[in-house]
């Protein structure tokens, strides 16, 4: 069991852990048990009834969340023609098609999020595959990164919109905004964030679905959230 420094311990005697807390509550007590001196990332952690070994138990989706997550994502949009001038004009950081499929694929990986048109995804998935693929950065329609409205899409990404899908434990992840946020604005987000998990629940999944949710910042300990 890894060793907790006397900050983190003190910042625990603050969390009743037999207790689960509302979303306002929760989101308050996560922004007093900030005390990094960076504005922490506050995450929200879902724990699913599923079996992660199942490809038919997969949860992937996407959130837009209402307030965003604080952070300044770099897109790049891999398109053709008048696409790339839309892709641009929505606020993509860079554009631009087989030249840029080249760039990325020797090595240049300056970006958060990677969008694409139908049309480019042959190159997309034949030359960057392997390099964008195990980064989780590949484009995908299930995503809602692969399609012809690139500009929306870019929009979407520049405001908020996240991607979420379960890891090999069978849990869900997305950071829900800043620590410096108000704290009903990290709520609503994290409503948000739940109620798109709720909807991504696979057929195949039985018994109970979410059976637990936390709350917690980068450097601090987590909050349980009640649920439902």
């Known amino acids: 069991m890894p060793r907790r420094g006397k900050r983190y311990l003190a910042l625990l005697e603050k969390v009743d852990r037999s207790k689960a807390y509302p979303p306002e509550e929760a989101a308050r007590l ?3 048990l900030a005390s990094a001196k960076f504005d922490e990332t506050v995450e929200a952690h879902i724990k699913l009834g599923i079996d992660p070994r199942k490809s038919d138990q997969t949860v992937r989706s996407t959130v837009a969340l209402p307030h965003g997550t604080g952070r300044q994502v770099r897109v790049v949009a891999i398109a053709k023609g008048e696409k790339l001038k839309e892709a641009e004009e929505a606020g993509a950081d860079y554009v631009g098609g087989e030249e840029l499929v080249k760039k990325i694929k020797e090595g240049w990986l300056d970006f958060d999020a990677v969008v694409a048109t139908p049309d480019m995804m042959g190159a997309v998935g034949k030359e960057l595959g392997r390099i964008l693929g195990p980064r989780g950065l590949l484009p995908n329609p299930k995503a ?47 409503r948000a964030f739940i109620k798109a998990v709720e909807a991504a629940k696979p057929e195949a999944a039985k018994g109970t679905y979410i059976k637990s949710v936390h709350v917690a910042t980068t450097m601090g300990p987590s909050v349980r959230v009640k649920y439902p």
Not at 162 to 188: C, M, W
Request: charged content about 30%; overall charge neutral; hydrophobic content about 40%.
């Open 30 to 32: 996560v922004k007093e």
């Open 144 to 190: 809602g990164t692969v399609g012809f409205n690139v500009g929306e899409i870019v929009r979407e990404i520049k405001a908020g919109r996240i991607e979420f899908r379960n890891d090999k434990t069978g849990a869900v992840h997305a950071p829900i905004g800043k620590a410096s946020f108000d704290a009903e604005k990290l709520a609503e987000n994290l």
